[in-house]
C-alpha cells in the first residue's frame, strides 16, 4: 500500500506509515507500532477540541493526516467531527499538498521543493507582458467606495449549472452576473453577457475560453496581474486587478479574498466588492458523478447518483483520492480533497459575508458539497419577483471606479526593469554553458531547470536535455518581454520630454500615424521616414536598406508599422529588436502616454 497522506478511520487505527500526525476524537485505539509522540487526543469533538485543533502548529501536518473518531462521538456529534475533518483536509491540502506539486505556489511552510529562478516565471513573464495595463488601471479596492448594495449572481462552473438553463435570462436581468471564464459558454448560448468575469488561472489555455463572437464591450474583467489576458483585455469595458502587481511601487500590498485552492474563493471576493443584499450561488457543486469531471460540459445536471451513505461511511471515505461524499441535498456524489478543502474556505467565506455584512446567500442549483446551514437552499423561480436591476446605473457607477487615483509609482516599476533583464541574460548564458558542457549530470537538480510544474505540462516526458531546452525559450521570451517594457518606458519619457522619435512606414499611412500619436502623446515629436512607396514616385525623408540596421542602433527607441515591418521581414528579424516597437500595438496600449508620477 502506498502512503496516505490524509485518510479516516473509525474506533482503531489500522494503517501507520510511521510519519502520519495522528489526531483521535473519543475512546480510540491505535496499533503499537504508532509512535505515542505521533497522537494527539481528544475526548470528544466539542467546542474546546475544536478550538485546539485550529491552533495546532501547522509544521505538524506536513507529513499528512490520520483522523480516528470513536463510533460514539459519531453518533453523538456528526456535524462538529464533519467540521473539524473538512479543516483538517483544508490546511494538509492548502498549506502541504499544493505547495509540494508545485514549484510557483504560494508555500507558507517552504515544503515546496525546489524554488529556484524559474520557478515563477511563467507569473513573471505575464506581468510583463502586463504592464501598460497594470499602470493604468485600477486595483478592485476601490470598488470598496461604493456604497450601493446590489445584489449578485454567482456562476461557478459545476455540473448543476445546466439546471439553471430555463432561469438564466430572467435572473440576469435582476442580479449582477458574475462569471469564470469556464462558464462563458453557458453564459453564451443562454443569451446573456455577464457583468463580471474573474480571471485567477494564470496559464495560456485560458484564451480559448472566450469565444471570439460573445461581446464583452459592457463586461468588466477582475484579474490577476499575472493573468494571461493580453489577447481579450480589450474587448472589455474595463478591468480592475484583484492582487498588487508591485507592493513597492503602491507602498502597500492589496489582494480580494484569494486562494490557489480554487476560482470559486475569489469570484466570492468579488461578490464581496459590491456588499451584496443577496447572494445566489449556481454550479457550486464542488463535485461531480460517475458521468462528468465536474465541470459544466452542456449534459449533466448534477452531481448526484443514486445510494446514500451512513454517517461513519462519509467520514471514512474522505481519503488522498476520488471519494463518495454526502450532498447538501442528502444524494451521494464524488470528489476530492482538493474540492472538500475549497468547501470549508468557501463556507467559512459565506458565513462570514451573513454575518458582517448581512449577506443572504443561497444556493440555487440542487446537491453540491457546501453546508445547507450556511448556504440555504432556495430555486430560482424565488427570486423572479426580485426588481429588475438598473444596469445604467451599474455601468456608469463601474466606469467611475475605473478613473480612481489607484495607480502605482511607474518610476519604482521601471527601475525594477534592468536588474530582472540581468538576471535572464545571467541564466541564458549558464543554459549555453550546461547546454555545451555535454555532461548529464550537470543537468540533474540544475537551478536552470527550476520551472517545474511548467515544463512538465508543456512537455510531459522531457527528459533533461528537453527540458534544459524548453527552459532556454522560456529565459528568451522573458528577455524580450523585459527589453519590450523597457522600449516602452523610454518611449514615454522621450515622448514627455519633446524629443523626436523616429517612425518607419509607408508614405501612405503617415497621415493616419501622425493624429494617433498626436492624440495619444500631445508633447510628442515624431519623424516619420520611409524606404519604399506603393508607387514609382520619389518620396521624401527615404531611408535607404543598407542603411536601416545603423539607423536602428543609432535611435534609443524607433517605431515601425505593422505594414512597414513585413515589407522589411527579410532583415527586421535579424537585428536586435531591443529598441523597437510595433506602432499598431503601441497605440492599442493605455500606456505609455501617461506621465510618470
Same mark, same amino acid.
Given at each position: 500500500?502506498?502512503?496516505?497522506?490524509?485518510?479516516?478511520?473509525?474506533?482503531?487505527?489500522?494503517?501507520?506509515?510511521?510519519?502520519?500526525?495522528?489526531?483521535?476524537?473519543?475512546?480510540?485505539?491505535?496499533?503499537?507500532?504508532?509512535?505515542?509522540?505521533?497522537?494527539?487526543?481528544?475526548?470528544?469533538?466539542?467546542?474546546?477540541?475544536?478550538?485546539?485543533?485550529?491552533?495546532?502548529?501547522?509544521?505538524?501536518?506536513?507529513?499528512?493526516?490520520?483522523?480516528?473518531?470513536?463510533?460514539?462521538?459519531?453518533?453523538?456529534?456528526?456535524?462538529?467531527?464533519?467540521?473539524?475533518?473538512?479543516?483538517?483536509?483544508?490546511?494538509?491540502?492548502?498549506?502541504?499538498?499544493?505547495?509540494?506539486?508545485?514549484?510557483?505556489?504560494?508555500?507558507?511552510?517552504?515544503?515546496?521543493?525546489?524554488?529556484?529562478?524559474?520557478?515563477?516565471?511563467?507569473?513573471?513573464?505575464?506581468?510583463?507582458?502586463?504592464?501598460?495595463?497594470?499602470?493604468?488601471?485600477?486595483?478592485?479596492?476601490?470598488?470598496?467606495?461604493?456604497?450601493?448594495?446590489? &445584489?449578485?449572481? *454567482? #456562476?461557478?462552473? %459545476?455540473?448543476? =449549472?445546466?439546471?439553471?438553463?430555463?432561469? @438564466?435570462?430572467?435572473? !440576469?436581468?435582476?442580479?449582477?452576473?458574475?462569471?469564470?471564464?469556464?462558464?462563458?459558454?453557458?453564459?453564451?448560448?443562454?443569451?446573456?453577457?455577464?457583468?463580471?468575469?474573474?480571471?485567477?488561472?494564470?496559464?495560456?489555455?485560458?484564451?480559448?475560453?472566450?469565444?471570439?463572437?460573445?461581446?464583452?464591450?459592457?463586461?468588466?474583467?477582475?484579474?490577476?496581474?499575472?493573468?494571461?489576458?493580453?489577447?481579450?483585455?480589450?474587448?472589455?469595458?474595463?478591468?480592475?486587478?484583484?492582487?498588487?502587481?508591485?507592493?513597492?511601487?503602491?507602498?502597500?500590498?492589496?489582494?480580494?479574498?484569494?486562494?490557489?485552492?480554487?476560482?470559486?474563493?475569489?469570484?466570492?471576493?468579488?461578490?464581496?466588492?459590491?456588499? &451584496?443584499?443577496? *447572494? #445566489?450561488?449556481? %454550479?457550486?457543486? =464542488?463535485?461531480?458523478?460517475?458521468?462528468? @469531471?465536474?465541470?459544466? !460540459?452542456?449534459?449533466?445536471?448534477?452531481?448526484?447518483?443514486?445510494?446514500?451513505?451512513?454517517?461513519?461511511?462519509?467520514?471514512?471515505?474522505?481519503?488522498?483520492?476520488?471519494?463518495?461524499?454526502?450532498?447538501?441535498?442528502?444524494?451521494?456524489?464524488?470528489?476530492?480533497?482538493?474540492?472538500?478543502?475549497?468547501?470549508?474556505?468557501?463556507?467559512?467565506?459565506?458565513?462570514?459575508?451573513?454575518?458582517?455584512?448581512?449577506?443572504?446567500?443561497?444556493?440555487?442549483?440542487?446537491?453540491?458539497?457546501?453546508?445547507?446551514?450556511?448556504?440555504?437552499?432556495?430555486?430560482?423561480?424565488?427570486?423572479?419577483?426580485?426588481?429588475?436591476?438598473?444596469?445604467?446605473?451599474?455601468?456608469?457607477?463601474?466606469?467611475?471606479?475605473?478613473?480612481?487615483?489607484?495607480?502605482?509609482?511607474?518610476?519604482?516599476?521601471?527601475?525594477?526593469?534592468?536588474?530582472?533583464?540581468?538576471?535572464?541574460?545571467?541564466?541564458?548564458?549558464?543554459?549555453?554553458?550546461?547546454?555545451?558542457?555535454?555532461?548529464?549530470?550537470?543537468?540533474?537538480?540544475?537551478?536552470?531547470?527550476?520551472?517545474?510544474?511548467?515544463?512538465?505540462?508543456?512537455?510531459?516526458?522531457?527528459?533533461?536535455?528537453?527540458?534544459?531546452?524548453?527552459?532556454?525559450?522560456?529565459?528568451?521570451?522573458?528577455?524580450?518581454?523585459?527589453?519590450?517594457?523597457?522600449?516602452?518606458?523610454?518611449?514615454?519619457?522621450?515622448?514627455?520630454?519633446?524629443?523626436?522619435?523616429?517612425?518607419?512606414?509607408?508614405?501612405?499611412?503617415?497621415?493616419?500615424?501622425?493624429?494617433?500619436?498626436?492624440?495619444?502623446?500631445?508633447?510628442?515629436?515624431?519623424?516619420?521616414?520611409?524606404?519604399?512607396?506603393?508607387?514609382?514616385?520619389?518620396?521624401?525623408?527615404?531611408?535607404?536598406?543598407?542603411?536601416?540596421?545603423?539607423?536602428?542602433?543609432?535611435?534609443?527607441?524607433?517605431?515601425?508599422?505593422?505594414?512597414?515591418?513585413?515589407?522589411?521581414?527579410?532583415?527586421?528579424?535579424?537585428?536586435?529588436?531591443?529598441?523597437?516597437?510595433?506602432?499598431?500595438?503601441?497605440?492599442?496600449?493605455?500606456?505609455?502616454?501617461?506621465?510618470?508620477?
Amino acid at each position: 500500500m502506498g502512503k496516505k497522506k490524509f485518510f479516516t478511520q473509525i474506533d482503531h487505527l489500522t494503517y501507520d506509515d510511521g510519519e502520519n500526525l495522528v489526531i483521535t476524537l473519543g475512546d480510540c485505539t491505535c496499533k503499537d507500532s504508532v509512535d505515542s509522540e505521533q497522537i494527539i487526543s481528544y475526548p470528544d469533538a466539542g467546542q474546546e477540541t475544536v478550538r485546539h485543533i485550529v491552533q495546532l502548529d501547522l509544521a505538524r501536518m506536513t507529513q499528512g493526516i490520520a483522523l480516528v473518531v470513536s463510533s460514539a462521538v459519531v453518533r453523538d456529534q456528526f456535524e462538529q467531527v464533519l467540521l473539524i475533518q473538512k479543516y483538517l483536509v483544508f490546511c494538509y491540502v492548502k498549506y502541504v499538498w499544493f505547495p509540494q506539486q508545485d514549484t510557483s505556489m504560494p508555500d507558507p511552510l517552504g515544503l515546496g521543493g525546489d524554488k529556484g529562478p524559474l520557478a515563477d516565471i511563467l507569473y513573471q513573464s505575464n506581468k510583463l507582458e502586463n504592464i501598460p495595463n497594470l499602470l493604468n488601471r485600477p486595483r478592485a479596492r476601490v470598488l470598496e467606495d461604493i456604497t450601493q448594495s446590489l &445584489p449578485v449572481l *454567482l #456562476l461557478a462552473p %459545476g455540473p448543476s =449549472l445546466n439546471s439553471l438553463i430555463p432561469h @438564466t435570462k430572467a435572473l !440576469n436581468e435582476r442580479f449582477v452576473s458574475l462569471c469564470l471564464s469556464r462558464t462563458l459558454r453557458f453564459c453564451q448560448e443562454q443569451g446573456v453577457v455577464p457583468d463580471i468575469v474573474v480571471q485567477l488561472d494564470t496559464h495560456g489555455e485560458q484564451q480559448n475560453y472566450y469565444p471570439e463572437d460573445m461581446d464583452f464591450s459592457k463586461s468588466w474583467l477582475f484579474a490577476l496581474s499575472c493573468a494571461p489576458v493580453k489577447k481579450y483585455i480589450n474587448r472589455f469595458a474595463g478591468v480592475f486587478w484583484i492582487d498588487t502587481f508591485e507592493p513597492e511601487a503602491f507602498r502597500e500590498g492589496y489582494e480580494i479574498r484569494n486562494s490557489w485552492l480554487s476560482s470559486l474563493i475569489p469570484m466570492l471576493g468579488v461578490a464581496e466588492l459590491f456588499h &451584496p443584499s443577496k *447572494l #445566489l450561488l449556481a %454550479g457550486s457543486d =464542488l463535485a461531480y458523478s460517475d458521468n462528468n @469531471t465536474g465541470y459544466f !460540459n452542456g449534459g449533466e445536471t448534477g452531481a448526484e447518483q443514486e445510494g446514500k451513505l451512513t454517517d461513519q461511511e462519509a467520514l471514512a471515505a474522505v481519503d488522498c483520492q476520488h471519494f463518495p461524499v454526502r450532498l447538501a441535498n442528502g444524494g451521494i456524489g464524488k470528489t476530492n480533497l482538493q474540492l472538500f478543502a475549497t468547501a470549508y474556505e468557501a463556507e467559512t467565506i459565506i458565513a462570514e459575508l451573513t454575518l458582517n455584512m448581512k449577506t443572504a446567500c443561497y444556493n440555487i442549483t440542487p446537491g453540491g458539497l457546501l453546508n445547507p446551514d450556511v448556504l440555504a437552499p432556495a430555486a430560482p423561480v424565488d427570486f423572479m419577483q426580485e426588481s429588475i436591476l438598473n444596469r445604467v446605473a451599474f455601468q456608469q457607477a463601474m466606469g467611475e471606479a475605473l478613473k480612481a487615483d489607484d495607480l502605482p509609482d511607474a518610476r519604482v516599476v521601471k527601475r525594477a526593469l534592468p536588474k530582472l533583464l540581468q538576471q535572464a541574460e545571467f541564466m541564458l548564458r549558464q543554459a549555453d554553458a550546461l547546454n555545451a558542457s555535454g555532461d548529464p549530470k550537470a543537468l540533474v537538480n540544475n537551478p536552470v531547470l527550476s520551472a517545474g510544474k511548467l515544463i512538465s505540462h508543456l512537455h510531459p516526458v522531457a527528459n533533461d536535455q528537453v527540458r534544459l531546452h524548453l527552459s532556454r525559450k522560456i529565459l528568451e521570451k522573458q528577455k524580450e518581454l523585459l527589453q519590450k517594457s523597457m522600449t516602452l518606458f523610454r518611449l514615454n519619457d522621450w515622448s514627455l520630454r519633446g524629443k523626436p522619435i523616429p517612425v518607419l512606414c509607408f508614405p501612405d499611412e503617415k497621415q493616419d500615424f501622425t493624429t494617433s500619436l498626436e492624440a495619444r502623446f500631445p508633447q510628442g515629436k515624431w519623424e516619420f521616414r520611409h524606404t519604399w512607396s506603393k508607387d514609382t514616385k520619389a518620396i521624401e525623408n527615404k531611408l535607404p536598406t543598407y542603411e536601416i540596421p545603423k539607423f536602428l542602433h543609432g535611435n534609443p527607441v524607433t517605431l515601425i508599422s505593422k505594414q512597414y515591418g513585413e515589407a522589411a521581414d527579410y532583415l527586421l528579424p535579424l537585428l536586435p529588436s531591443d529598441k523597437t516597437l510595433v506602432l499598431e500595438e503601441v497605440l492599442k496600449q493605455p500606456w505609455p502616454g501617461v506621465p510618470s508620477k
